[in-house]
């Protein structure tokens, strides 16, 4: 009896040939354009997280005290009280990390060797660039070069120069892709560094570096000794440390010791990059919910293909009635119908969708996405995606003729047989 329905199905499905090809020709372009365009935001959102994992420190300790000095309180008669505050204003001390030698020697012991990779102190400094008539305010950041690599990996990164000249040239600098192209900056030029306080100094580009992550990029790095002399700090102080871990993903905890350890505030990539991790997600939902709305048009034309079937075929099914076919077996034949509409609109939307996710992918163009700057688009390839999608449209096709295989099966032999012309 299966057989028979299938058979009887694919009769009604290839007699109106033209309208169940657009019909499929509607869920495939359907099917294509929602994975290619979940591929894409996640493929984004993916790309963010492991260029930021391994550019960027995991865990930074920044130069914010977790316990400054509290306000007095006195008792006060009564059970009140009484705070008082100094009348006057005082400068906002700057944030900087003390003793952090000491720090690098705890966290080189054999209690955290196991669950940090590298340490690397850092100074971060807002400063005025200055080449002939081009200025451009950037943030500095001294490090120790062997040290930041282990972290950032920046030497593989570089574009031109190298650290070995980087170490061994005085005030050498390097510098990201986006300042010297604005500056028009090359290997071995010369540039003024003007600090908010204190004496300018010449310094030389000893190489130019790439990461892909826009901030990064719109940088400079210095040696550490640098950083301190521009930011105006003492050997023993820098602005804060920066800690690369063995599970980037699992960090918050360790992040928490961290802070009871060394008393300043330790943030993890996650919290640092909250805003841009929320802003991919709203993105993706977003762009999901607009695109499942072509799913659901889709799902209608699979009904109006069917409606349309029902009113053409309907002295067919009277004498498949009368010649004892149940109602159920008529509705499970018009559902059996969508849902072959549905495969073969998704089978085929899921081909074009490897097709274009493919295209976007290889598409030779520098684009910046959001706060990363790739060449073409970081497109995702999950499977996952494919089936979730395929499975979901062949749903809404299946869903979609429920109501006209219920008209089909209420109709009544006799009153049919009766109406129709013979």
């Given amino acids: 009896m299966l057989k028979t329905l299938f058979d009887i199905a694919l009769r009604h499905l290839s007699g109106r040939r033209r309208q169940t090809l657009t019909t499929i020709a509607g869920v495939a372009v359907s099917t294509m354009v929602l994975i290619t365009t979940i591929s894409l935001t996640r493929g984004l959102l993916d790309s963010f997280v492991d260029t930021i994992v391994n550019v960027a420190p995991h865990i930074t300790i920044k130069g914010e005290k977790l316990n400054p000095v509290p306000v007095a309180i006195l008792d006060a008669p009564g059970g009140s009280s009484v705070a008082m505050v100094e009348d006057n204003i005082k400068k906002q001390e700057r ?3 003390q003793n952090y030698r000491q720090m690098q020697e705890v966290f080189n012991s054999p209690l955290y060797r196991r669950e940090l990779v590298a340490i690397s102190p850092y100074v971060e400094s807002q400063v005025m660039a200055v080449k002939g008539n081009r200025n451009e305010p950037l943030l500095l950041k001294g490090v120790d070069i062997e040290k930041e690599n282990e972290i950032s990996g920046i030497g593989s990164k570089l574009q031109s120069g190298d650290l070995g000249a980087f170490k061994k040239t005085a005030n050498a600098l390097l510098v990201g892709r986006t300042i ?4 028009k900056l090359k290997l071995n030029d010369e540039i003024i560094i003007i600090p908010a ?15 892909g992550v826009n901030a990064v990029d719109n940088s400079v790095v210095s040696s550490l000794k640098l950083g301190q002399i521009i930011e105006g700090l003492p050997t023993n102080k820098v602005t804060g440390i920066s800690l690369k871990v063995r599970d980037p993903f699992e960090n918050r905890l360790l992040a928490l010791e961290m802070e009871k350890v060394t008393g300043y505030r330790a943030v993890t990539w996650q919290e640092q990059n909250a805003s841009v991790l929320s802003l991919f997600t709203r993105i993706g939902y977003i762009v999901f919910s607009l695109v499942a709305f072509v799913g659901v048009v889709s799902g209608f034309g699979v009904a109006n293909i069917l409606v349309t079937t029902v009113f053409e075929k309907s002295r ?10 149940s109602a159920l077996q008529l509705v499970g034949m018009f559902i059996l119908e969508g849902f072959m509409v549905g495969l073969a609109g998704a089978l085929a939307g899921g081909v074009l969708a490897i097709g274009s996710i493919n295209l976007f992918a290889s598409i030779p163009v520098e684009n910046s996405q ?11 390839q999950n499977p996952l995606y494919f089936v979730y999608v395929i499975g979901v449209t062949v749903l809404i096709s299946t869903l979609s003729a429920i109501l006209p295989s219920a008209k089909a099966a209420k109709l009544e032999p006799v009153q049919v047989l009766r109406d129709s012309s013979l």
Avoid: Y
């Fill in 95 to 97: 944030e900087e990390v």
């Fill in 180 to 183: 010297a192209r604005d500056m």
């Fill in 197 to 211: 306080s204190g004496q300018s100094r010449q310094c030389k580009v000893a190489g130019i570096f790439f990461t």
């Fill in 316 to 325: 067919d099914i009277a004498i498949m009635k009368s010649f004892g076919f």
């Fill in 370 to 380: 959001g706060p990363l700057t790739k060449t073409g688009f970081s497109m995702s």
